[in-house]
């Protein structure tokens, strides 16, 4: 059950998660057909073989396990920071709609998403004054290079061949293109 009666929501689902439930749900049929009267079924979609729901903390501990087991040289995250990050990723697709990512999140108010995703806000005001004196003065936005960025790409250059050569042709077409006008 949920923590509290307006946890009780309705979101929308990608095709994706879609297909992930129905092959969890075909997955958990199969378990109950195995265990038999065994089975505890309490309607969970994330559940033990046997239907025993899984603690939460228990999540946490496999999370970090998974992660571990990546290989890859990254920061580690909490669990809980999934939310976070979710929360985060929704608000920059949504070009901040506040109102529908507390909606998807299930912050009880909107101050509540922002007050915890200030950093976002900040750098949204940011862009925002730069529309602002685009479309108000006619102003060109600056350009602005990210040096990870431009790090990243110039490894790819460096050991990538063929991203070499397309980036070599791409120039080269520019240049012809800006030399006919």
């Known amino acids: ?14 095709p994706q998660l879609k297909q992930d439930l129905f092959l969890r749900k075909q997955q ?3 378990d109950k057909a195995y265990y038999g009267d065994r089975y505890q079924d ?3 979609v994330f559940c033990f073989e046997d239907g025993r729901p899984v603690e939460p903390k228990r999540c946490a501990k496999w999370f970090k396990v998974w992660q571990e087991r990546t290989g890859l040289d990254l920061e580690t995250i909490v669990f809980h920071g999934i939310r976070h990050s979710s929360a985060t990723y929704f608000l920059g697709l949504s070009d901040y709609d506040v109102k529908t990512v507390q909606n998807i999140t299930g912050h009880g108010t909107a101050s509540q998403l ?9 750098g949204h005001k940011q862009e925002l004054a730069k529309k602002f004196a685009a479309d108000f003065y006619g102003e060109k936005p600056e350009a602005t290079i990210d040096p990870q960025e431009v790090s990243v790409l110039l490894e790819l250059l460096q050991t990538d061949p063929e991203m070499r050569k397309k980036v070599a042709d791409a120039l080269s077409a520019q240049t012809a293109a800006t030399l006919e006008t």
């Open 114 to 122: 922002t007050d915890g995703y200030a950093h976002m806000v900040k």
């Open 28 to 30: 958990i049929e199969k």
């Open 42 to 44: 309490e309607n969970l």
């Open 1 to 14: 059950k949920p923590k509290t009666k307006d946890s009780n929501r309705v979101n929308c689902i990608t």
